[in-house]
């Protein structure tokens, strides 16, 4: 994943990311250890303070899709949001903010876990259907994208040149999409 922010920031010749459900941290960590200017916001009070006490020097914040967060935190060349989007009860509200945070010209980096076609025959034919879409799972996945869904999501957001990589196992039985998509200029 790093390579991938990696390479988009040298395109758009910034190291300044905003992590969108940043969580613990963790990549915003990484991210700043690689020398980038980062900020994050998550919905979950435990994961903004697990972040703040594992590195106090990180800017990570309280935040959520509800609020208007360009209002609150600004415009920046480069947004991240990493297997959150697969958790959010709106995701048009979800895309439309990441589009509203960027920079025009900036990129969206999106991962959620992919479920291809194929993928999904095989889970089917392996009988793991029911342990990949379990729902009994607690605070659990509410949507599931395709590279067709979440184009089309991201299409109606205002996104253009929408990319996808894979990553975790070989593709068509890949773990996670990575979408990568553009705010017109």
């Known amino acids: 994943m790093v390579q991938v922010v990696d390479h988009e920031s040298r395109q758009l010749g910034s190291r300044k990311v905003f992590d969108m459900g ?20 998550d919905p979950s009070v435990s994961g903004v303070e ?4 594992a ?5 990570v914040f309280e935040g959520s899709t509800d609020e208007d967060l360009k209002e609150r935190y600004g415009s920046f060349p480069l947004v991240v ?13 979800f895309a439309a903010r990441v589009f509203d945070l960027l920079l025009p010209g900036g990129v969206a980096i999106i991962t959620t876990p992919f479920h291809g076609y ?37 299409s109606e957001a205002g ?16 773990k996670s999409m990575i979408a990568v998509a553009r705010k017109p200029s």
């Open 159 to 174: 996104f253009s040149g929408i990319t996808y990589e894979f990553a975790g196992r070989v593709y068509p039985f890949s």
């Open 55 to 59: 590195s106090p020097q990180l800017q």
């Open 118 to 154: 194929l993928k999904n025959v095989a889970l089917a034919l392996a009988g793991k259907m029911d342990a990949h879409f379990t729902a009994l799972w607690d605070y659990g996945h509410f949507k599931f994208f395709s590279i067709s869904t979440l184009t089309t999501l991201l």
């Open 81 to 93: 949001s990493l297997e959150v989007i697969e958790h959010v009860y709106r995701p048009r509200v």
């Open 22 to 41: 940043c969580g613990n941290g963790a990549f915003m960590m990484e991210l700043l250890n690689r020398g980038y200017d980062v900020m994050g916001v």
């Open 50 to 53: 697990l972040a703040k006490s």
